[in-house]
């Protein structure tokens, strides 16, 4: 048997601890990550192995050497362009002419290899993937297996949506020769994006190995740090390389503890050569590396530290991480997850605050407080983007000097040169903020069009419009306890950006990966706020606008004066409706109501702020919004304009199918993010479902055509009813629920497109795990509202069974 270490990692997400090496040599325990591996393989007889390299490939060669003092003979095959996991191991196709191994140089494992060699035999397929069962499996490719093993769906790095199981591949695989017959040498192949579904497609056998024992992907700096405590809480079958004086106490050789050193709560790891004075404390899940002087009083807990630091008198490490060569002087304090990289210094009375990152070879100051990065800010959060957008309190979490670094990521990763829009709405927040994102695409060499004030759906048309490559709007959310701004991030076809392109942007954004543009090369910028006028042009454009001013439409029009004054009034003017308008933030939803009946209107228009959303009023008071308004325009889409498909989320109601299916036509089920509708009629220079304007004018065309009222028209249309609710869950949990909910429904008809949605006789249930919150979204439908509910609830309830079980 051979085996093939994948060591050709960046560990972007690790920095700055990869700055200067390879993740593979990252230290955990005071000695590489790579090693781990080599030395679990030796375990199991695994001595002829491949280590394939990438980045920084010497640093690997010149400490492994022809790997004779571990016992095993090392081949490197090095690729000069990235190929992907599975294109770099093809380089060493001539050495792999029999049955291998494949496992990650950045992971750490003592699971049993032999056996999993031994399932492989047994089962006889093509591939055989380790699985493990973990907690949050959005960074993983989630597996499924049959009752035999074999792999029948695979999913890499899903969204919650789309979270199947809780079983996740592990990068560990026994794979047969056979498989470089399905791929070139020297293009770019992935083992979970490319090889393994094309192998599914062709019907090749795939099996899963479930395996026990422990296992870390070590994926990010919590998980880094994580790792550590594993290690010295005896979670690993490995050796540590020290000396184990007592229970959780291991000191390397040559080190001096002077007397009056305090261990004030283990585990406690300390390297070789290291001189601890007196006075020092060290406390729970402190790791020094080699070569570190600490002067007394100095005080540690849950840290770690490499090699040749020195560390001066009354200074405090709680949950920091110091790479190599770094001075720390008297009376600093380092906090909960900052990381400080190679050859820095840091003055005196230095505070660096939680989760503050400092780049190798930098200077702090006497006396300074980092509150951000040297060179970036806020990194901690769950993701940047949340399904709309980036989104914070305004001035606070989305500040100027925060919105100008993200600009420049936005900008680094568009081709220089290009245009992108940018807009707001009128608050002042969101005008400050619009001037400093401009000014951060224009330093990335990004020419910007300013279209002043404007709304989302505006945006979205001078995109297309201005053929720009992508599209920026700011603007505030309505909220009345704190003052919430959100970016809308664009693309050229003026829909949202894909997850792809988020995480682009966001990895760009945490690993300061910037383009400085040369100053001759720096973006131009542009006002053009004629463009909503031509947003206005075009929407009546796409109606009989003759047919409207013959009918005199009575219509109440509620919208937020402070933002829409300057566009509903021109609009309507032209429509040659008798409007009666109301500002919509002095009025509820039940006022509207009241006011169509008591005024006799033919229509009540309810739009939000920011005219991406709409509620219409029939002249009886009926309220039109959410799941009847896509109902209602289904049916209008599909009657009077002709459509051949519509597309609609897994949430809308399933009597959408039956009014295609009386017209002839076919429904795209999405999923229910925003992005996935909007790919359904990204050709259309206005997206249905997020114009509220739009929608509204198709409607009151579609009334005139008829010559009917909004009341007769909605008793055509078959009622549904949904029910909704949601349960909380913790992160940590959410895939287990999923996967139960999914085995315990193998009777029943399912639909995995965005969560799972189940079908029973009296309806179905969507159970959908929320991006943003710890919680799942339940909604069935059903003939009756206590039927829908009833649903609902039972759902709801399994989903507590769950969470307790666990």
């Known amino acids: 048997m051979k085996a093939v270490i ?116 047994r089962k006889g397929g093509i591939v055989t993937i380790v699985l493990a069962k973990v907690q949050n499996p959005l960074e993983y490719g989630v597996v499924m297996c049959n009752d035999n093993n074999r792999i029948i769906r695979f999913l890499e790095k899903p969204s919650w949506g789309e979270v199947f199981s809780d079983t996740v591949n592990t990068g560990i695989y026994v794979i047969e020769p056979e498989i470089f017959n399905y791929f070139d040498r020297n293009v770019f192949f992935d083992f979970s994006k490319d090889l393994f579904p094309l192998l599914m497609e062709k019907g090749k056998p795939m099996y899963g190995y479930v395996a026990s024992g422990y296992w870390s992907d070590i994926g990010s700096l919590e ?61 729970r899940y402190t790791v020094l590396g080699n070569n570190n002087t600490v002067r007394g009083g100095a005080s540690f807990k849950r840290s770690i530290l490499w090699d040749y630091n020195f560390v001066d008198r009354e200074v405090e490490l709680r949950g920091a991480t110091v790479c190599n060569h770094t001075q720390i002087l008297a009376n600093s304090a380092i906090f909960e997850g900052a990381v400080v990289g190679d050859n820095s210094y840091l003055g005196r009375r230095v505070t660096v605050k939680p989760q503050v990152k400092i780049w190798p070879d930098k200077v702090v100051e006497d006396n300074s407080v980092l509150t951000s990065s040297l060179i970036w800010g806020d990194l901690y959060r769950r993701s940047l983007f949340s399904t709309h ?24 990763t568009i081709p220089q040169g290009l245009h992108v829009v940018v807009s707001s709405d009128y608050h002042r927040s969101s005008q400050v903020i619009k001037k400093a994102f401009a000014a951060g695409l224009l330093a990335a060499g990004i020419n910007v069009f300013d279209i002043g004030v404007t709304t989302t759906p505006i945006t979205r048309y001078s995109v297309k419009s201005l053929q720009a ?114 500002n919509s933030v002095d009025y509820s939803m039940v006022d509207v109501s009241g006011l169509v009946q008591d005024n006799q209107m033919d229509m009540g228009v309810l739009l939000n702020s920011n005219a991406d959303d709409v509620t219409l009023f029939t002249p009886a008071g009926d309220v039109i919004g959410d799941e009847r308004l896509l109902t209602l325009w289904a049916y209008i889409s599909l009657d009077r304009l002709g459509d051949r498909e519509i597309g609609v989320p897994v949430t809308a109601p399933s009597v959408v199918e039956k009014i295609a299916a009386e017209m002839g036509a076919e429904v795209i089920r999405t999923k229910a993010h925003p992005r996935a509708l909007m790919e359904v009629s990204r050709e259309n220079l206005f997206q249905p479902l997020f114009d509220g304007t739009y929608i509204f004018l198709k409607v009151l065309e579609y009334l005139q055509v008829k010559g009917m009222d909004l009341d007769s028209v909605m008793e055509i249309i ?54 943003e919150e710890p919680v799942f979204r339940v909604i069935s439908e059903a003939e009756s509202i206590e039927t829908a509910a009833k649903l609902t609830d039972y759902y709801a309830g399994k989903i507590e069974q769950y969470k307790s079980a666990i």
């Open 6 to 121: 994948m060591a050709g990692g960046k560990g972007s997400r690790l920095r700055p601890l990869t700055c200067n090496k390879p993740k593979p040599m990252v230290p955990v325990m005071n000695r590489p990550v790579m090693e781990y591996a080599v030395e679990l393989l030796k375990k199991h007889n695994i001595t002829d192995i491949a280590v394939t390299l990438q980045y920084l490939p010497d640093v690997i060669k010149e400490y492994f050497g022809d790997g004779s003092r571990y016992g095993v003979n090392l081949a490197y095959f090095e690729e000069t362009t990235p190929l992907g996991t599975a294109g770099s191991v093809k380089n060493a196709e001539e050495f792999l002419d029999q049955t291998f191994l494949v496992i990650s140089g950045d992971g750490i494992t003592d699971y049993n290899l032999t056996e999993a060699i031994e399932f492989h035999r």
């Open 223 to 283: 998980q880094y740090r994580q790792t550590h405590n594993d290690i010295m809480d005896g979670l690993l079958d490995a050796d540590v390389k020290a000396q184990k004086v007592e229970e959780g106490l291991w000191i390397g050789e040559g080190t001096v503890l002077e007397p009056g050193v305090k261990i004030t709560e283990k585990p406690v790891f300390i390297g070789d050569n290291c001189r601890i004075e007196a006075g020092v404390e060290l406390g």
């Open 389 to 412: 957008g980036v989104t914070g309190i305004a001035n606070v979490e989305i500040s100027p000097e925060m919105v100008v670094k993200l600009a420049v990521a936005h900008g680094s």
């Open 469 to 582: 490559k992508a599209g920026v709007h700011i603007r505030m959310l309505p909220s009345r306890k704190n003052s919430r701004i959100i970016l809308e991030f664009l693309d050229e076809d003026g829909i949202n950006i894909s997850k792809d392109m988020e995480r682009k942007i966001e990895n760009t954004y945490i690993q300061e990966d910037f383009r400085r543009a040369d100053v001759k090369n720096l973006g131009e910028i542009k006002y053009v706020p004629q463009l909503a006028d031509a947003y206005r042009e075009g929407l009546l454009k796409t109606i009989n606008l003759d047919m409207i001013k013959r009918c005199r439409f009575r219509v109440l029009i509620a919208y937020d004066y402070r933002n829409l004054s300057w566009f509903i009034p021109p609009l309507f003017e032209k429509l040659g409706c008798q409007i009666t308008t109301i």
């Open 718 to 771: 078959p009622r549904s009813y949904i029910y909704k609710r949601e349960v909380e869950c913790p992160w940590a949990e959410k895939g287990t629920v999923m996967r139960r909910l999914i085995e315990d429904a193998r009777n029943e008809k399912i639909e995995l497109i965005d969560g799972v949605k189940i079908y029973t006789e009296n309806g179905w249930t969507l159970v959908l795990p929320d991006c």
